[in-house]
């Protein structure tokens, strides 16, 4: 019985550390705002710059898009517009070109089951981005969000990415918006767990 409480003391002790280590970083990580620990509130915003000679258009690049050149152009309230480059002509992004960007830029994205319009007011909590997309829904259960201006991919997520997002909002204690690792609930037991970690191991010392 002695040799197996010495045992039981130092298996406690190598499953503590790791456990003590985890719940120090975690509160270290958790206790600014993410925003602040990059630096994003130091960057001063500056309001879009309109082009000389248009008081709406922000940006103009040109590029290959599967082939054909097109132009984007971006105005100042984020909106976004294609056109055929040389010819000019308005290219808008409808159901039949989401599904062939799905299908010819997504590993069987071919197999649509449905095909879904948000607005850039009401995105999706999976998006994550206020941009008007198609979301290509997949028969495996993937969505393929492709941008309504630019006919470009926005994200994909597939089943496994949705389960590791309701995980990820259980680990930080943000179900709602699931971005939030800096509030008070997860701060708070985070501390508490710490605390009763280290009670602990002092009584059992």
Same mark, same amino acid.
């Given at each position: ?46 309001? =879009?710059?309109?082009? =000389? ?76 981005? =206020? ?75």
């Amino acid at each position: 019985m002695a040799r197996f409480a010495r045992w039981h003391i130092w298996l406690g002790w190598l499953i503590a550390v790791p456990l003590l280590l985890w719940m120090l970083s975690g509160i270290a990580m958790v206790a600014r705002p993410i925003e602040e620990v990059r630096g994003e509130h130091l960057r001063i915003k500056l309001p =879009p710059q309109p082009l =000389p000679g248009n008081s709406q258009v922000v940006e103009i690049r040109s590029f290959v898009q599967r082939g054909r050149p097109v132009t984007l152009v971006t105005r100042a309230d984020g909106s976004l517009q294609r056109y055929a480059t040389g010819t000019g002509a308005p290219l808008n992004v409808d159901v039949a070109e989401a599904r062939a960007i799905a299908a010819s830029d997504i590993r069987g994205g071919d197999q649509v089951d449905a095909v879904r319009a948000f607005s850039a007011r009401t995105p999706p909590l999976e998006l994550r981005k =206020p941009v008007a997309t198609w979301q290509v829904s997949l028969v495996d259960g993937t969505h393929v969000y492709i941008n309504r201006g630019s006919g470009e991919i926005e994200a994909v997520r597939t089943r496994w990415w949705r389960f590791y997002d309701v995980m990820w909002g259980l680990h930080i204690m943000d179900l709602q918006t699931r971005e939030d690792a800096h509030n008070p609930f997860v701060v708070l037991f985070a501390l508490i767990a710490l605390i009763g970690g280290l009670c602990c191991k002092n009584r059992e010392a």
